[in-house]
């Protein structure tokens, strides 16, 4: 038996020196170089409400999603009713409803009724409004087409926000769709909103396009813009003065190439310049295309395009194979790192807009954490008053139970990487009062074999062996439910179940196995006859 208690005390004594380690990086101060190299060296994360950071509710604008599909739409319609030789006058966008179609001949509605049942099955054809020359039909896409449109994009930008933000290195944020399409986001402990809300709002839409180097920039600045042609602005920033300024570039419309095709995007540092530039790498299709692009254009300017500003317009001086491209300019490492981040999560389907902006300050952190500290050090400490009061000696290992549960909760947090929030600090006063009722029930049932009249060590026996089965039942059914809520739950739910599945599992230990060596080292080593209980 004392051999036995030997070992099951150097199983406690390891899991209490662990605890400690890996509490040790969260009582502050530098780490030595040796720790962090041989050590757990992680925090326990605060949560926002804690630790101060940013709270943001964004709306997709689920219409422009429409929109852009619609001319998409448009694009691929212009190239079949060419193939199928039917005239039209105009065919152009009607808001969300669908597609306005001027046919010269109404002998083609036929011919247009068969196209699109056939490759456009979304759409119904009906009359369009009066024109002087022509036949005008509204094709109107269905309801339940533009609702998936719409929740595709919805999902899409939260997936895409969620990587952008997932590489840009905020722990444990908060992110879950609302009704309306809209997203809220919190990112505790955000030192720079400003770069947030720029990286998490762009849109990120690459595209190439060949600069108009035929027809005349300043007569297009002065209104006077080709058919087929754009204005683009490139945004020049003197690294001095910090000035700003816009370069007009006239460009062809027709995006040669998307960043659709993209594989990564990474940093990269000219060498002869020490000066920031983002790498491209294309899928095999995307290879394939920029050479033929660059192999056509050769001493021609293509246009570098993020979200309608102009990046770069290099010369093309060879056609370039390997799929590979580079996004040069006057960048900052912040400023390359955070467009390879939008250009590897992908472009949002469709823009988003902040509707409620919050930065939490630490001192409603430092409030709450006060505020939480208090309410667990008066728990507590009433709790340790009624134990020692009502139960003696027996009271006070249980008290020292109690310590050990909370050591114990806090290195789980550290050892899991979880976030400690305000929910989760109530999630550790409520393990309290279940760590002291296991010993309350181991308690009650050692009185009870001690007025059967048995020894201590006796009572103790049947005393542990009697509430285990009950206190294991307790611990278990609670334990799924907190799994069911960190599972299903969101936000300050789960952060409520992360600390009641660690504080479940630390008070059942601290309860049965610690106290019960206390007791065995009295009775069994030290030979006590008496107990107090």
Request: charged letters at 25%; proline letters at 4%.
């Amino acid at each position: 038996m004392v051999k036995n208690l030997s070992w099951r005390g150097a199983i406690a004594a390891i899991l209490i020196l662990g605890a400690f380690i890996y509490l040790v990086p969260s009582l502050g101060g530098t780490l030595p170089n040796w720790w962090s190299s041989l050590l757990p060296k992680d925090k326990i994360h605060l949560g926002l409400d804690l630790q101060g950071g940013m709270h943001l509710v964004l709306e997709v604008e689920v219409n422009k999603a429409v929109e852009s599909s619609l001319e998409r739409i448009i694009e691929e319609m212009r190239q079949d009713l060419r193939k199928k030789k039917i005239r039209y006058l105009e065919l152009k966008r009607e808001g969300t409803k669908g597609i306005i179609l001027t046919l010269m001949r109404a002998e083609d509605k036929t011919k247009l009724q068969d196209l699109i049942d056939e490759q456009f099955p979304d759409f119904s054809v009906v009359k369009g409004p009066q024109r002087e020359e022509g036949v005008s039909l509204l094709l109107t896409m269905s309801d339940a087409a533009r609702s998936n449109i719409k929740q595709m994009a919805a999902d899409q930008a939260l997936e895409t926000i969620r990587n952008r933000i997932d590489q840009f290195g905020v722990l444990e944020p908060d992110i879950r769709p609302q009704e309306g399409f809209r997203i809220l986001i919190q990112l505790p402990g955000i030192k720079d909103p400003d770069r947030a809300i720029e990286l998490i709002g762009k849109t990120a839409l690459l595209e190439f396009k060949l600069v108009d180097d035929e027809n005349s920039l300043e007569a297009a600045l002065q209104g006077n813009i080709p058919a087929g042609s754009e204005i683009l602005y490139q945004i020049s920033i003197d690294k001095e003065t910090g000035a700003r300024r816009k370069i007009p570039f006239l460009l062809k419309k027709r995006t040669l190439l998307t960043g659709e095709y993209l594989t990564d995007a990474r940093v990269q540092i000219e060498s002869q310049f020490s000066e920031s530039y983002v790498s491209l790498t294309f899928d095999a299709r995307g290879a394939r295309l920029f050479e033929r692009i660059t192999g056509a254009n050769i001493e021609k300017r293509l246009a570098i395009v993020l979200d309608n500003n102009v990046e770069s317009a290099p010369v093309i001086r060879d056609k370039i194979p390997g799929g590979r491209a580079q996004i040069t300019g006057s960048f900052s490492m912040d400023e390359a790192r955070d467009l390879a981040i939008v250009l590897r999560a992908g472009a949002l389907p469709a823009p988003v807009k902040i509707l409620e902006e919050r930065t939490v300050g630490p001192s409603l952190g430092r409030d709450s954490i006060e505020q939480g500290r208090n309410s667990m050090v008066i728990g507590g400490l009433v709790v340790v008053c009624f134990m020692i009061l009502y139960y003696g000696l027996s009271g006070l290992i249980a008290n020292v139970a109690l310590l050990l549960n909370i050591l114990f909760i806090m290195a789980g947090l550290a050892f899991f990487g979880a976030t400690l929030t305000l929910p989760g600090i109530g999630g550790i006063i409520l393990t309290i009062g279940m760590a002291v009722d296991a010993n309350v029930l181991i308690f009650e049932r050692i009185r009870e074999e001690l007025r059967l009249g048995k020894p201590p060590r006796a009572a103790i026996e049947g005393g542990y062996a009697k509430a285990l089965v009950t206190i294991l039942d307790a611990n278990v059914t609670t334990f799924i439910v907190a799994l069911v809520l960190f599972q299903f739950g969101t936000g300050p739910v789960r952060g409520f179940a992360v600390t009641l599945s660690i504080g479940i599992i630390a008070s059942f230990v601290t309860a049965v196995f610690m106290t019960r060596i206390i007791f065995d080292y009295l009775f069994i080593t030290r030979r006590w006859k008496k107990i107090s209980i």
